[in-house]
C-alpha cells in the first residue's frame, strides 16, 4: 500500500471521527440524527471501497477502547451493546456495499442511486434488528423510532455524498 493510500484512509478515518460524535438527539427515538453516513457514503468516492471498509473498522476499533467519538461523543464497548449498535454494524456493510456500487456503476446515475439505496436499507435492517431486540419491540415499531424519523434527513445526506464525493475525488486526484 502506497504512503498516499494510507494517507487518506487516515483523512477519511478522522473525518470520521470529527463528524460523527456531532450528533442531535431526538424525542421519539434512542438514535441520535448523525452525519456518520454522509462521511462514510462520501469517503467511498475518495478512497476503494476495501480501504473505506478498513478506515470504517479503524474508526469502529477507536470508538471501542473508549475515545469518544460515537455520536454524542460516547465511547466504549457498551454503545456497542445498546440500542444503536446494530447501525454501527450496519454502517460496515453500508461501506462496503456503496463502496462496491461507486466503483462498478459510477458513470451510471440509476445503478449508483440503487446502490446508495441498498447500502442504506442493509444499514437500517442491522440498525433496526438490534434496537428492537434491545428496547423489546416488534420490527414495525423498531422502525418507527428507527428508520422513519430518519428518511429525509438521510436521503438528504446520501444526495449531498453523492454530489461532493466526485467533486472532492476530483480535486483530490493529483494525489493518486
Known sequence: MKIKDLTLIALITA???IFAPLSIP???SPVPISLTNLVLL???YLIDWKSATFSYLAYLC???VGLPIFSGFSGGVSKLAGPT???LIGFLFMTMIAGIFVKNFRKNLPLLIV???LANLVNYIFGTLWLSLQLNLNFIAGLSIGVFPYLLGD???TILAMIMGPLLAK???PLK
Open 115 to 117: 446502490g446508495m439505496v
Open 26 to 28: 431526538i424525542i421519539i
Open 171 to 173: 480535486r483530490l486526484s
Open 85 to 87: 449498535g446494530g447501525y
Open 42 to 44: 462520501t469517503g467511498v
Open 155 to 157: 436521503l438528504i445526506k
Open 62 to 64: 477507536l470508538g471501542l
Open 15 to 17: 473525518l470520521t471521527c
